[in-house]
């Protein structure tokens, strides 16, 4: 098995219902944090890491997504003759921006299948999954932290990062020891337990190095409510073959497929901005917040 990590897969099938009624008709993913859609910025992330080839698994009512990655030739055709060179060179680099193809899952059945959807792209690959509502703003790519990890282990690796209190119940959760700074060896999931019965305050997010068996693992999983096969049983089957990893990340996420973490999300990343920094740093200044 090849040691490299080439491939990136990104899930981006859901149905967005937390953010209805913005995503009836248009995807979660194309959500803009300040003026890139949410799926642009994991996107950049990958190819930040090394990653060649994206496949995007998409849905009904999701072309957004494929049109948003190619070429607009109409849009760049004005840009050119308005002389607006900065913003065509802006479009352009982003149907440039990688490889991408992209594939349908029929039925949103839990991200579990959303992966299982990349086993033909995948190959005999190991790949990455990236979930786009996770934004991490990290110094160095947070799916290049994990890579690290991936090569010097050669196993597969999953991202994590600390939850205090009753909030870790929304989370899969991992029990693990600690076999260097910020990197564990799991010896178990839970998906989404009650705070007392929590093995740790380590919570599972959207970021996720596999080895290709984990497609035989997914074919092995019973599926749960609704008929979704969750990601976290398969990789609990999985980790009874091979031993699994994962890394807690050094940067800041964003939980962004929430209404509170989507706010959140595009006031630290605005405030972070050179063009706008600034001005929108005295406005919240300004701001009478006892009104």
Same mark, same amino acid.
């Given at each position: ?64 997504? @494929? ?14 003759? !308005? ?39 995948? #190959? ?19 799916? =290049? ?34 076999? @260097? ?24 997010? #959207? !970021? ?7 497609? @035989? ?10 008929? @979704? ?11 009874? =073959? !091979? ?15 929430? =209404? ?20 929108? !740093? ?10």
């Amino acid at each position: 098995m090849a040691n490299k990590i080439r491939k990136a897969v990104f899930p981006a099938a859901g149905l967005g219902t937390r953010f209805l009624p913005a995503t009836k008709s248009s995807p979660k993913e194309m959500l803009p944090l300040v003026d890139k859609p949410l799926i642009q910025y994991a996107v950049e992330e990958a190819v930040a890491s090394g990653i060649e080839s994206i496949l995007i698994i998409t849905g009904r009512d999701k072309s957004a997504i @494929e049109n948003h990655f190619d070429i607009s030739f109409e849009l760049e055709q004005l840009l050119k003759e !308005r002389g607006k060179d900065e913003m065509f060179a802006q479009v352009r680099a982003v149907s440039d921006i990688a490889k991408i193809s992209y594939t349908r899952q029929k039925q949103a059945l839990g991200l579990g299948h959303a992966i299982y959807q990349a086993k033909d792209f995948a #190959g005999n690959e190991p790949f990455a999954a990236l979930l786009a509502d996770d934004i991490v703003d990290s110094e160095k790519p947070a799916l =290049k932290q994990m890579i690290e990890v991936f090569e010097k282990y050669n196993a597969p690796v999953i991202a994590t990062m600390q939850v205090d209190g009753e909030a870790i119940s929304r989370f899969g959760v991992i029990d693990a020891d600690e076999v @260097e700074p910020g990197v564990y060896k799991i010896n178990d999931m839970v998906e989404k337990p009650a705070y007392a019965d929590a093995p740790s305050d380590l919570a599972i997010i #959207g !970021r996720y190095i596999f080895t290709p068996d984990i497609f @035989e693992a997914i074919e092995q999983t019973t599926p749960g409510s609704g008929g @979704e096969i969750q990601i976290t049983d398969a990789m609990r089957l999985l980790l009874k =073959k !091979r031993p699994f990893y994962a890394v807690k990340l050094e940067g800041t996420r964003h939980d962004a497929g929430d =209404k509170l973490g989507f706010l959140i999300a595009t006031v630290e990343l605005a405030l972070k901005r050179e063009d706008l920094g600034d001005e929108f !740093r005295n406005y919240l200044k300004s701001l009478d917040l006892n009104a």
